[in-house]
């Protein structure tokens, strides 16, 4: 194969490419949240009647750059055959992890106009003592974004920011009229 035709496939197999490889095709369920605005709350929920681990993934598109907070708690009767774990939570942009934790997590500026897509991992078992009761195990959490706000420098920084380039300021002068002091001794 010459180096034009390896370049050629190369580039097609570059382009005939998905724009990313999304890490989800281990969720067991998949919901469309569309677009989501700030500030606003979005509930998700799930329950479970047989023992097993399930990803449930959420997506959504921020409509403007936003910060938000994500919390999931899990829910089981004491008396109950099974019981369930919330193990954690993820965020991801394409196939890119956002933010992590157990069971719930702040994050900030997601990009308005781009998918997002939140997992969460979930382990339901048979519960340890057996009880008699057949109910359904769940986990109930919420996403609450606000509008995205850029950080404002502390009147400190700005100061210190001021300073240098006072000295900056200066040390030019100097070095300027210095030359030119220089250049009139020259001339003498």
Known sequence: ????????????????????????????????WGTIDAPTAQDFAATFNTAGQYVDCFTFTPSVDIDGKIHANDFDVG????????????????????????????????????????????????????????????????????????????PGSLALLGLGLVAVGLTVWAGRRASGMGSASNAA
Request: hydrophobic fraction near 40%; glycine fraction near 8%; aromatic fraction near 10%.
């Open 79 to 154: 008396n109950n055959k099974l019981d369930i774990d919330v193990t954690h939570i993820e965020l991801y942009h394409g196939s890119t992890l956002v933010a992590s934790a157990p069971k719930n997590f702040d994050f900030g500026g997601l990009t308005p106009g781009v998918t997002y897509t939140l997992a969460l991992y979930s382990d339901v078992k048979n519960a340890t003592k057996g009880g008699p009761q057949d109910d359904l195990v769940s986990y109930k959490g919420r996403v609450e974004t606000e509008p995205h706000i850029a950080a404002v420098p502390e």
């Open 1 to 32: 194969m010459n180096i034009r035709a390896l370049a050629a496939s190369l580039a097609f197999g570059l382009f005939a490419a998905p724009a990313f490889a999304a890490p989800f095709s281990f969720c067991t369920s998949t919901t469309d």
